[in-house]
């Protein structure tokens, strides 16, 4: 799967996380008045900014501000970003050119204004995030900034699904402890972590590998792995409970899967990920999160970030851009929330 070998040489990307760290402590310290200046100081004129249902592409600091992060910072008051993974890389879908950073975590805060029709409960709650940054002159000049808008439904108290085949929770960072990595990391490590990336990959194909599911699992994950999934499918822990509770079951519901796409992909140290816009398509058959079938196309736009054991790959968290699954599928997911929840 790899195009190339990521030069030994390139691996120190401080400037491109200090720029980052310098966006995330603007961020913080803006208000829904001030926060398209503030986005405006790290990122390029014409920033290409992609975000989930019902965001998806902006352009500019100021677009960005009015549509996600003015709304967002007035709803999520006192916010706080709690950070559970940062790296970053060369991307291996240009030939290693590109130079990404990578955070992920939770933007913690107290619920006081609606948000997307989500009534506010005045309590604490964590939204799930995870962003890639493209850096380059000294500016941000992509990002890719996915957020569980379905998970704080949930946290809300106004859950627009059934029952979830694996379990909803506020997922915690690596249980290793050590996703933040600030300094620089040893080339090797990072060679390692896309190798295992890429395995996987290789071994998804088309679901058409012709092993038994967990004899597939096997050969590239480690045995008590987590795979810490979006809401409305939830977390999953050990190779045989996640192939009961999510990849099983999400394989019988779909068909005709095309190959895996991404925009960007990369590693650095234990850590690595990748993202797509879409990462594949597939027939929905039905049963998917209780819907049944359409026989429609669906779109899948997705974050996976992995740790790396050894030659494994041990915990997976995943980001699903599920109001966009929905609206493939001829459901508009708030609307939905909103009628089930008594509106």
């Not at 195009?3 to 760290?21: G, H, W, Y």
């Not at 006081?112 to 493209?134: S, V």
């Not at 590693?267 to 049944?292: C, D, I, Q, S, V």
Request: charged share 20%; aromatic share 10%.
């Amino acid at each position: 799967m790899n195009i190339q070998s990521p030069d030994a040489t390139m691996t120190d990307f401080q400037a491109e996380k200090a720029l980052v760290r310098a966006h995330h402590a603007a961020l913080s310290a803006a208000t829904p008045e001030t926060v398209a200046a503030a986005l405006a100081a790290h990122t390029s004129a014409d920033w290409h900014w992609r975000g989930m249902c019902p965001f998806d592409e902006r352009r500019g600091a100021a677009a960005v501000a009015e549509v996600f992060w003015a709304p967002l910072l007035a709803a999520l008051t006192s916010m706080q970003r709690r950070e559970d993974i940062f790296f970053a890389g060369l991307n291996e879908i240009d030939g290693f050119s590109g130079r990404w950073v990578v955070s992920m975590g939770h933007l913690m805060g107290l619920f006081d204004a609606p948000w997307l029709g989500i009534r506010p409960t005045r309590k604490l709650a964590m939204l799930r995030y995870a962003e890639f940054h493209r850096v380059a002159d000294g500016r941000i000049v992509e990002t890719a900034q996915f957020v569980d808008i379905p998970h704080l439904m949930v946290q809300a108290g106004q859950n627009p699904f059934g029952p979830a085949t694996a379990q909803h929770l506020v997922q915690p960072g690596p249980r290793t402890h050590d996703g933040l990595l600030d300094d620089p990391q040893p080339a090797e490590d990072g060679v390692a972590t896309l190798s295992a990336i890429n395995a996987m990959i290789g071994d998804l194909g088309t679901w058409s590998l012709g092993l038994p599911l967990e004899e597939e699992l096997r050969r590239t994950w480690v045995e008590d792995m987590l795979w810490w999934g979006p809401e409305g499918i939830g977390a999953t822990y050990t190779i045989p409970r996640y192939a009961k509770q999510h990849s099983g079951p999400f394989r019988a519901a779909f068909t005709d899967r095309t190959r895996t796409g991404h925009i960007a992909r990369l590693a650095e140290g234990h850590y690595g990920g990748f993202f797509g816009w879409p990462n594949f398509t597939a027939r929905h058959k039905g049963g998917f999160m209780g819907l049944p079938g359409t026989d429609r196309p669906a779109e899948f736009r997705v974050v996976d970030i992995y740790r790396r054991e050894g030659d494994k790959l041990a915990e997976n968290w995943v980001f699903i851009d599920i109001l966009h699954f929905y609206r493939s599928q001829g459901v508009d997911l708030l609307a939905r929330m909103e009628a089930i929840n008594g509106g």
